[in-house]
Structure formats: structure tokens, C-alpha cells
């Protein structure tokens, strides 16, 4: 290791430059659809004149194999005007050849090498419809805790299953980004959507040098390959807003995932059939009171002039589902709609101020009854955001009822299938958390905090109780629950006990980082615990776990092993035969 | 350099209304209306947000407010958002992280230290009503405080 380091201070002497690299996008290995637009671009460190640089691909002149000579920048330029090197740039490139690219970049003393694997496709589809669920953070222990919670136990055995339990086959998938073993919902639900891995932050796009975040080499989404190969319809359907990272991933091109006014824009232009979720804010003209927008486009209007038929609350939502415009768009919340726990339950959070907003179930149920009466079939994306966006702050209750509601909605989606079997359905997690159920907590046991935790056999069964079989348990806060912790976290109090006046905050930032909110501290029992993450973080973190992805239906037999995230991709599209244009 | 200009401008602008309404302020002052975050909105809606009678009302006048400071942008910023609750996560910062319905941006009559989170601020200001970007980040606001000051509770 130390002889490593000398070196690499060595190689940074010589050149005068500080980790800066030759770099080709699409990086090494990159998997490619065939016949799918990209953008190809070569990042030299030095400044080299436009001669001096030679690009060969498979031995050959790179011109003569992509149809098209790049774009040159002499001197491209980052923040404050810094030179960093020249660079050579080829939008929309598409490869109509299936096969092996090596492509080599030599200038003065640099050179670069890459790889990549341009893959077919099956001619025809394998499947009619795919329902792609995504459980945003969905981890092993919020799956093993929404069927405690949801099914109970007893004997050791669980009295029930999850609908996720009975889907036929597997993969473990890995989720790491292309500069860091962790990961993000942006760049995670990119790699599903696109095939290509990317940094955290991006969508559809690989992470360039320069500062712009709309100038990033893009690659091609699923909504876009649908729309260039296909007439299926598509389906978005979330609990976060619809601008944010996950539903982007399917339409958008941005290395910033918070350019959401664009992102609402970027899923206009493929015009989703039905779009359903919060995130009306960045809908609205900027005069607009709650509008997050910086300039006069009323995405409101612009979707009903394009023909969709608009629903803001459940109520809507129901009556718009029996009308026939075939374009549907769903605006619950201004944000992120409610948790479950909340909306169903406690009426917390901003029940209130949002009090009829569908669920997710209801949501899927309208996505599948709109979307089915396409007969060239559809793709479906269903993302369980509150799973994700509740264990942030390590509110598992939270994450749990969402999980369960989850899962749910996958129920409605194996129903759909008895009569629609030419249907394939994915149930995934873009990431995991470090999330983790160790026992119970009992409120009858005596002492403080630690005297309450069962471990081991002292754990017993939780007495969640579901007289109305809903699915839910129909309190929250039985005298024994589960415990779970997260392997990180910021300073915070530790309750143990659900949080029933609202959503949990953790953390609140100081100059010198985050500490415990100090709003928990006299709650019964309540005891700190510092945390063991740096102190810049506000609350639990993404952890680098493999994602358990399960699957059904014609083409899942695909999914086995181990797998990378981008793998997905390749999958979906041979299910879809993207590499055949069928319109 | 850009920090420079925005400060002589925040300031110029400070002063300019200070002295217009110097006279004003001092005999209000015993009389400055509360407002709460409950008070903002009439209604909140998917297709908008409608400002409650009281801010239409005090629109233009010198109201005090109680909430928490957000973690501000950077620590020379000119305006720091008031919120509700203590933010557990820092929109400017996070990816993950996005502002609350009812928002008020406080600008400075002049600099002030920032405030631990955790810590009950009273603001008072020139309330701003109306869709408005900072120049200096682009962010949006729809109520802000003008020329204001604060006490810690």
C-alpha cells in the first residue's frame, strides 16, 4: 500500500497534475444497448491540439466506426475558469452493431484504453407488460419486520406471508456508483433505467468535469427506449415527489438531482401516460404561492393542454380513473406525500394540511386499470419512497408501515397478473440501509432504556395486533415492539418508542455539525447516543449492502447470482427486445 | 468579489428604508402585530397555497415572528430561512432535503451572528408578500422579512 501511494505521488510530481486523468465515457465496461443514442466524450488532462489527439476504435480510425467526428474543446473550463484540458465531444451516437468496442485515446504522453459491450436483444418481446417495483432503501430487515409487524409470528414461524415472499427468483444486487463503493437514489435508479452506472447525484447521465450540471454526457432511459422502440404505455407512480431522483431516473438527464424544475420538464418530453405522486411544487408558475419554480412554465396547464386529465386529491383520482383520455396526471402533495403511518393512522406529519391523499395501493390499482387498456402492453414503475425517506431519520415505525404498504400495492400487481400473465414483476431496492431488527423493546419489563430491550430468548413476539386484517397493525405502540437500530447514526435520542406526534427529526445542525434534538430529550426514557457518523451528516446514511431483488414472470429467469445494478437494464430490455424498433 | 457588491446592495437598500421609515418604526414598535406560521396560509392546496387575510393585511408592515433558524447557505449569507420546527436536515446541503411549505426568508438590516438551531429566535421585520429570487442564489420565497432584526427567546 505504502509503495502504491509513493508511486501515485511520483506519477502526480511528474505530470504536475492533481488526480486528474485521461478519461473515456463510457467508462471501461460499460454495457451498451444496441441502436440506443449517446454521448461520447474523451476528457484529456492536458491542453493538446486537435491533431495531436488520435482515437481508435477496434484498431480503426473512432470517425470511421461511429459515423461522425466529435465536437473539439480546446480548453474546457471549470469552476472560476480553471483549464482543464482539452476534450472531444460526440452527441447521440448510437451503434447499430452488437459486439466488442475497444476504444484507445493517445495525446502527447497520454493514452487511455476502454471496453465496452454493445448487447442485442431478444427480436421479440418475452413479455407484454413489466410492473418494476422500487422500494426506496428497501433493506432484508424491513421486509423481515412488515411481516412481523403485518403477518406476526408464533412457534417461530410467521403466521403469513408478504406478497414479495411468493415472487419465484432472485439476485443479489450490487449498487455502488462509479466513484464510490456508496451510492444514491439518483445514480441507483439511473443504473436500473439506463444500464449505466453513474456517480452519486446523476441521472441519465455520466459524471463529466465540468461544473454545468445539464452538459454531462447522457445515455439512454428506459421511457426513451420504450417511446423510440415501442407503442406500450407508460406508468410513474411514487410517493416522493414525482421530480424527485427515483421517477427521474426514468425520463431525465441531469448530474444534479435537485435541478427539479428541469426534471419536471425532462418527464413532459416522454410524456408519461399516467404520472402519479407529489412534487406538485415544482408544477407551478413561479408567482404561484407554494410554487418552487423559478420561471412562469405552468406544468399544470402544459400537461391538460397535452390532454391529461388532472386528480389532486383520492377523491379525484377515483373519478378521473373511469374517464377515457388515456393520459392521467396525479398531483397529491405539494412534496413528498404522507407515510403511511401517518396518513392512514396517526393523521400527523401533513395530514392536515393534505387530507385526502390516495395511498400507494390505490394509486398502482388506477396506474394498472389505465395503463392495461393500451393491447401493446405497458411498463410500470411503482416506487415505495417513504420506505427510504423514513429511514433517514430512523423513524422505523415509519419505514416499516410504508414497507407494508409496499408491499401491498405488489399484491394488486400479482392479482393483475392471474389474468395478464404475459406480465413480468420486479420487486427491488435501489440501496440499502444499515438497518436492523435485534429483539424487542417491553414496556412491562422494569429499569430504564437498556432493561426494556429484549435480546435473545428475552426478545418473546411482539403483540402487534390486526383485528380488522387490514394488513396493519391497528396500533402502532403495543406494550412490545420491535427493536431496530441503525449501524449508523448522528447524535440523537434513543425511545424506543414510536413517534406519535410526528415524523422523527433526529438531528439538528449547529456551527459545529449535527447534535441530538433536544426535542426528545425528556421524552420517557429517552437516552442519548452519539453518533458514530461524521458530524457533517444529519442523519442515518445509505449503507453499501447488497439490494435483494426479486422477480416474476416470463423473463425472470435472468435474474440469479450476483448482479450488478446496470445488469438490470439489460435484462428489462431483452424482456421489452428494445433492440428491435417494433413500431 | 460578487459577495462584496450583494453586501453594498443589501446595505444601500437597508439604509435607504431605514431612513424612510425611521419615523415609523419607533411608535410601532410597541404596537407590531404577531404572526405565527399557523397564521401564513388560508389554505394549503396541490394547485397553490392561498396567504391568509392577516398576511394580505400586514403586507408592508413591521410584524415579529417566532421560529427556529435553518442551517443558512453560507455563513456571510444575507438571509437565513425561519422555520417551524428545527430542520433535522439542511435542504441547502442535502440532496435528499427540501423546504417546508411555510417558509419565511429573513433578510438582515444588518449582520447578525447566526443562531444554534436548536434555539427559539423573535423576528421582526417588514413583511414581503410574493414570489421572489435572491438574486445572489436564486433561491425562491413567497414571504420574506425585510430589514429585520431578531432576539433569541
Redesign the interface.
Known sequence: MRRLILALAATTALTGAAFAETSIIPLDRATILVGSPFDFKVELDGVHAQDAIAISVNGKPYAEVFGKAAEYVAEEKGKEDKVLGSALILRDLALATPGTYAVEVKAGDESKAVTWEVYGTSAVPKAKNIIFFLGDGLSVSHRTAARIMSRGMHDGKANGRLAMDDLDRMAFIGTSSTHSIAT???NTMSAYMTGHKSRV?AIGVYADRTPDSQDDPKVETLAEALRRTTTKSLGIVAKS?LED?TPAALASHTRN??D?ADIVEMLFDVKPDVLLGGG??YF?K?????????DDKDF?QIFQDAGYKLA??ASELKAAAGNNTGKLLG??????MDYELDRDFLKKG?VE??PDQPGLVDMTRTALDELSKNPEGFFLMVEGSNID?AS??LDWDRAVMDTIEFDKAIAVALEFTRTHPDTLIVVTGDHTHGVSIVGTWDDEKDGDLRDKLGVYDDAGFPNYVDANDDGYPDQINPTRRLAMFSSNFPDYYETGYPKMDGPF???????DGY?A???YKDAPNAVLRVGNLPR?S??GVHSVDDVVLQSTGPGSEAFKGYMEQSDVYKILADVFAFGTVQK | MTGTIINRRSCLAGLSAAGLSLTAIRPAAAATSEITFDDLYASFGVLGLEFSDKVKTLTGQTVAMSGFMAPPLKAEAQFFVLTEIPMALCPFCSSDADWPDNIMVVYLRRRQTFTQPNQTIRVTGRLERGSWIDPDTGFVSQLRLREAGYETA
Do not use: C, M, W, Y
Open positions: 444514491d437514489s439518483a447525484n415527489e431522483a438531482r435537485n427539479k406538485s411544487a407551478l413561479a408567482d404561484v404561492p407554494g410554487s418552487k419554480r423559478k399544470i389532486t386529491s398531483l397529491f402533495h405539494t412534496g413528498n401533513t394540511k393534505f425517506k433517514h431519520p427529526e433526529p438531528a439538528v445542525k449547529t456551527d447534535v434534538n433536544e426535542a457533517s444529519d442523519t
